[in-house]
Each structure stands twice: as C-alpha cells, then as structure tokens.
C-alpha cells in the first residue's frame, strides 16, 4: 500500500516557476513508476510527465517539453516536478501517481496503470 500526497502548488504569473512535491508512505518505493497528470475545468486528465522506478527514464508531453522536469528521489521517497516558464494554459489540478508496471510508454501513458493517486494540488498561472 503506498499513500501519496502532493504539496507546491498555488498562484503564480505566466513566466514564473512552481515545484510540486509528492511525498510516498510505504515500501519499495523504487520499484513504482511515477506520473504526473493534470486535470483543467472541463477537460480529461492528462499525463505531462512519467519517470521510472529508477529515475533513469522520462516522458514530457510535448506542451511541457523543455519547461517541466521530472525527478524522484528514492531515499527520500519523494518525487518533484519542477515547472518553469509557466503559461495560463499549465493551469489545472496536478495529481502524482504510481504504479508497479514495466516502464513503456503504453503502460505509463495509461492512467488505469497507476494504482496510487495523490489528492491533487492546484497550480493556477495568472496572465
């Protein structure tokens, strides 16, 4: 059983920079996969980042490629996305998740694939 909560986010201007953080309870931290998702009003969830157990991998949605980056730390238990040049477009309710799967984009790009999910934090980016 893993238990995930989720801290950083709130009101920033376009350009500016936010770090969210995913704190994890629970063994073998390690051996989950990590995704990153967002939900705006109105819109599915989506998956802006995913990192391997071993934080050796990465998956960017184009929309944040080169702005967002996606790190964990497993001695912490711990996961951070770090997003830069924020746009009002970035705003929306940010959810880590994990999942024990074998790290390939059909698996990390599936939300059913994730067993854990945080509450959700949101980031809002004002113009």
């Known amino acids: 059983q893993v238990q995930l909560v989720e801290s950083g986010g709130g009101l920033v201007q376009a350009g500016g920079s936010l770090r969210l953080s995913c704190a994890a309870s629970?063994?073998?931290?390690?051996?989950?996969?990590m995704g990153w998702f967002r939900q705006a009003p109105g819109k599915e969830r989506e998956l802006v980042a995913a990192i391997s157990g071993r934080g050796d991998r990465t998956y960017y949605a184009d929309s944040v490629k080169g702005r967002f980056t996606s790190t964990r730390d497993n001695a912490g238990n711990t996961g951070n996305l770090q997003m830069n040049s924020l746009k009002p477009e970035d705003t929306a309710v940010y959810f880590c998740?994990?999942?024990?799967?074998?790290?390939?984009?059909?698996?990390?790009?599936?939300?059913?694939?994730?067993?854990?999910w945080g509450q959700g934090t949101q980031v809002t980016v004002s113009s």
């Open positions: 629970g063994r073998f931290f390690s051996t989950y996969a």
């Open positions: 998740a994990a999942g024990q799967f074998i790290y390939t984009a059909p698996n990390y790009r599936t939300k059913d694939r994730y067993d854990y």
